[in-house]
């Protein structure tokens, strides 16, 4: 089965500071890899994806996540954090197989930004 | 952009009545899933849907839930009796099928009283 880790419960960072989130993933092929941001009492909000090709992805709002097979991680970047970017985060894994909308999230990490 | 909608985006019922959570999902969409997030946990699947059935559940939909596309375009999720521990954030999504990623409505919060 499936199953996903997200190590940091709660980050905190300076506004303008860089940020990474980390993400491991536990699956017997290579996955659908995802993240979200959640602000508070709002839905999910897909940041970016990955299916196949480039490891490296590109998202909104200027994230990134780099997907390493060797080590089972899909960990979510971004140069310059602005205040309103401190939300809950969640990394999620689908199977590639015809139900690939099951997706299975991690614990989500909370962003908070210090001015 | 095409949004997934919820209504309502907060539902109050009484114990062991029976809500039914609404969603119209993406138009051109052919997967549908209704997910469920307890205050302060994770996301949790509950249940997808195509082509008219269940295509996969979990262990948390038990005989209680039920789900329903009765026009092509509304998707329900139906607690039959309410549990305190059914309050949630209920999501619904959808998706048009693989490789496609998942679009996520707001979300209705149940409260039960």
């Known amino acids: 089965a499936q199953s996903v880790t997200q190590p940091d419960i709660h980050i905190t960072v300076s506004e303008g500071a860089s940020l990474e989130l980390r993400c491991n993933y536990s699956?017997?092929?290579?996955?659908?890899l995802f993240w979200y941001v959640q602000s508070p009492g709002q839905g999910l909000q897909l940041l970016l994806k990955?299916?196949?090709?480039?490891?490296l992805v590109q998202g909104i709002k200027g994230f990134e996540a780099e997907f390493k097979r060797s080590q089972s991680s899909f960990n979510l970047r971004k140069p310059s954090v602005h205040w309103s970017y401190a939300a809950e985060y969640f990394c999620a894994v689908g199977a590639r197989n015809t139900n690939a909308g099951k997706s299975t999230f991690g614990d989500g990490t909370t962003l908070t930004v210090k001015p | 952009e095409p949004e997934v909608t919820q209504t309502p985006s907060h539902q109050v019922t009484q114990m062991g009545q029976e809500v039914i959570l609404r969603c119209v999902p993406i138009?051109?969409?052919?997967?549908f899933y209704w997910y469920r997030q307890i205050l302060g946990q994770k996301v949790e699947f509950l249940v997808s849907f195509y082509n008219n059935e269940i295509s996969e559940k979990s262990e948390i939909f038990d005989d209680q839930f039920s789900v329903e596309r009765p026009d092509g375009s509304n998707f329900t999720l139906k607690i039959r009796s309410t549990k305190l521990e059914d309050s949630a954030m209920y999501f619904c999504a959808s998706t048009q099928g693989n490789n496609s990623p998942l679009h996520f409505g707001n979300g209705t919060r149940l409260t039960v009283t």
């Open positions: 699956y017997g092929a290579t996955p659908y």
């Open positions: 138009s051109n969409h052919l997967y």
């Open positions: 990955y299916f196949s090709g480039d490891t």
